[in-house]
Every structure is written in structure tokens, then in C-alpha cells.
């Protein structure tokens, strides 16, 4: 897409990758802030995460965000981790002739293929909605190329991070430590959120409609009278663009979905009962292993009396359940790469309609429950932005009869 997502904001973190039998340093980051009377520490665990970038970017290690402790006498540490149709129908022949998975790979799902274990990313779902076909390959044949729009976008998104945090390292040595830090991470974000009002990087996890779902907000904030007599929690999403103009409608409606998807996931873990028994068998963890050394210290650090992954999960659920859902109004903010303005904040109601009939169609993707869909002929300008345009046969560059570029919308006038 021609703009940055907010969870494809990089690798631009150094993190040295390492199997469950293996130790890996990790970067942690802590608080710029100058009136934090003590510097709490964040954990950024390995880029385990990775698939949530395979729709429109490489991999990326999650930013966590930064919090104070609870503790009146004296705020402590807390640990945060890791963690990115319209469509016209061709014939059934056609697309199980030119997929880029053999005919012998479409036996099992995409979801058991390539997330086997592992959660689909919210951006894993908006990449989709973008082009089924376009996913199918970049799933298939490999990532799609890094442009140099989106390594700006990628790297506004640290600079927005580094205002609040700068980085530490700690060393895990397990699937369940990498985990740990993870849910941590979730537990640091909404402490920031309740003491400070806002946290930025929010990751979620959660089961949705029967599949787990990951997420990165960019933002979370309280509430104000202006944004909106409803007191829950206002979501934000900030997207970098290389023009000084509102992207086109598919954009904006991918934006939105994308939003709408975090909302979505925030009041299931606010709502719900977390599945603690599917979520260990799910991910192949072990709810009884003692975490290590090194993450159970600055657990302690942090001051929470956990010893194991299941101990973290139940923190987790009860930290989310002292939440109200999410804001019905939504915020979809738009900023100029080259000089940072605000091009546009667009302002928007959840639909619950509209994006459970999107999720489900995703869904049905993922799961093979029907064929990939090409682009609709009107969006197929978005084969210019394509590494597999040459070879897709929805490519219109031999048709004349469809748009070779989006339409573009000047800059809002300032009110």
C-alpha cells in the first residue's frame, strides 16, 4: 500500500533471533520522561511475531510501550514485551490453474501452512482485504519489497517511540519467556494507560470468532469531551504518507478496517474469558515451565510475584478486565513524511456489522474455505504498487479500460 502501517514499523531494532533451546539478547527500552521519579523498563522480546508484517512488509521487532508502577510509595519497574470484497470473481479454472501454491498445497489451509502455531496479525487480515491474490503470493513465492516510503514510515514510527523510551537489553531463552514478555508488555501499556491517560504500541491478543488474532495499536488514549461524550478508551492509528494527500478510498477503507479490527479485538479480551487451556495448546507452551533467570528478575523488578508463563497469563486477563471497551469513535490520522504535518485526522464510528462480515470473509481465506480473490477491476491500480504484477493475471497493464493510478484528494483545508 502506498502508505506505512502502524504495525510495519521495521526491523529497525536489532534482536538477535534464537530457537526455544537457545538464548537470544533482546533490546529493552525504558522512559524518557523527566518527571518519572523512576525509570521502569520495557522488554522488546524476539521477532517471534514476524508474520504479522508478511502482507505488506519485512519483519519487525514489536515497540512496547512504557509505564509507571502502581505502587504509590514507590513506582518499580514493570516489563513490557514484544510482540503487523468486493473483489470480482475469475473462473474457478483459471485461478487453480495460475495460484502460485500448487494444487498439492491447497490441500491443507494457508492458516495451517505458514500461521501453524502462531496467531494471524491484524495486519495479516488488512493485507488481505487489500488483495487476496496479492497475499496468496506473498505467502506462496515470498515478502513483498521494502519501498523507500515505507522505510520512512517505519522509521517515524520508532522516532514517535523513542520520544517516551530508549533501550536496554535482556536475554530469553525459551518459547515461554518470549511469551512472558510479550503479555508483559500488554500489562505495561495499560498501566501507562490508566496512570498517564495514553500508551503507544499496545499489543493484544486474543480469541476472536475461533481464531487467535495479534495486535499493535499505535495508540491508546482517554477520552475527551471533544472526541466523544462515550468514556471508553479512543483508538488511533497514525499512517506516514509520501504525498501531501489523502490516499484513495480503498486506502481509507483498509485504514478504517484496520481500526475497526483493533476494536474488535480490544473489547474481546476486555469482554471475554480469556482461553487460558487453548492458548497453551495452541502455541505449544508449557502453562508449568519456570520462566528463566533473567525474565523472573526483572519480573521481581517489576513487582509481580510470577514464576511461570501461566501465572503472566492470569495478570493479563485480570489487568484487561479492569478496562471499559474501546470507544465507538475511532481515529484514523494521516502525516506528511517530509515535514511531519497532519494531513488529516479522520474521524469515524465503529460499524460491528461490517467488519465481523469482513473478519469472516478473511477468515474463510485463511482457512481455504474458498479461492483467492483478484483486486476488483476498479482498484486495480493497486498492480502498480505490486511485486507480482508481471506475473498475475489480474494485472490490467495490457487493458486500457482500468485506472493505472488511484485517484488523489488534495490536503483538507484547515478550518
Not at 502506498?2 to 504495525?7: C, K, L, Q, V
Not at 480490544?266 to 508449568?288: G, I, Q, S
Amino acid at each position: 500500500m502506498a502508505e506505512s502501517h502502524s504495525e510495519s514499523t521495521s526491523d529497525s531494532l536489532t534482536t538477535t533471533s534464537s530457537t526455544p533451546d537457545q538464548s537470544a539478547t533482546i533490546p529493552i527500552s525504558t522512559p524518557r520522561s523527566n518527571h518519572v521519579p523512576e525509570i521502569p523498563i520495557e522488554i522488546i522480546s524476539e521477532e517471534e511475531m514476524a508474520i504479522l508484517d508478511a502482507a505488506f512488509a519485512a519483519t519487525r521487532s514489536f515497540l512496547p510501550s512504557a509505564i509507571r508502577s502502581a505502587s504509590a510509595a514507590s513506582p518499580s519497574r514493570i516489563i513490557a514485551g514484544e510482540i503487523s470484497k468486493t473483489a470480482r470473481s475469475v473462473t474457478m479454472f483459471s485461478k487453480r490453474k495460475l495460484s502460485a501454491c500448487s494444487s498439492e498445497d491447497i490441500e491443507d489451509s494457508l492458516l495451517h501452512r505458514f500461521r501453524k502455531n502462531q496467531a494471524l496479525g491484524v495486519t495479516d487480515l488488512t493485507g488481505t482485504e487489500w488483495c487476496e491474490k496479492q497475499m496468496e503470493n506473498v505467502l506462496c513465492l515470498g515478502r513483498r519489497k521494502v519501498s523507500k516510503a515505507m522505510k520512512l514510515g517505519q522509521a517515524r514510527h520508532l522516532e514517535l517511540e523513542e520520544e517516551v523510551v530508549k533501550r536496554v537489553r535482556v536475554k530469553v531463552e525459551s518459547n515461554e519467556d518470549k511469551w512472558a514478555l510479550k503479555l508483559l508488555s500488554s500489562i505495561a501499556g495499560v498501566n501507562q494507560f490508566l496512570f498517564e491517560g495514553r500508551t503507544r504500541e499496545l499489543l493484544l491478543v486474543g480469541f476472536v470468532g475461533g481464531q487467535w488474532i495479534v495486535g499493535v495499536i499505535d495508540e491508546v488514549r482517554k477520552a475527551s469531551a471533544e472526541d466523544s461524550s462515550d468514556t471508553g478508551p479512543l483508538l488511533i492509528d497514525t499512517k506516514t504518507r509520501g504525498r501531501d494527500t489523502l490516499p484513495a478510498e480503498p486506502q481509507r477503507r483498509n485504514g478504517r478496517l484496520q481500526v475497526m479490527l483493533y476494536k474488535l479485538l480490544w473489547d474481546t479480551v476486555v469482554r471475554e474469558e480469556f482461553p487460558a487451556t487453548r492458548f497453551f495448546n495452541y502455541f505449544a507452551l508449557n502453562r508449568h515451565e519456570v520462566l528463566s533467570q533473567d525474565v523472573r528478575d526483572n519480573i521481581a523488578d517489576a513487582g509481580i510475584p510470577a514464576q511461570t508463563l501461566e501465572e503472566i497469563v492470569r495478570y493479563y486477563e485480570s489487568t484487561f478486565k479492569m478496562l471499559p471497551i474501546a470507544n465507538d469513535q475511532l481515529l484514523l490520522r494521516y502525516e506528511f513524511q517530509k515535514d511531519r504535518s497532519i494531513i488529516a485526522e479522520i474521524r469515524f464510528t465503529h460499524d460491528p456489522e461490517w467488519v465481523m462480515r469482513k473478519y469472516k470473509e478473511v477468515i474463510a481465506f485463511w482457512r481455504s474455505e474458498r479461492e483467492a480473490e483478484y483486486t476488483p477491476e476498479e482498484e486495480r491500480w493497486k498492480c502498480r504498487y505490486c511485486q507480482f504484477a508481471k506475473s498475475c493475471p489480474g494485472n490490467p497493464s495490457l487493458q486500457s479500460s482500468a485506472p493505472s493510478s488511484p485517484p488523489r484528494e488534495p490536503r483538507p483545508l484547515a478550518s
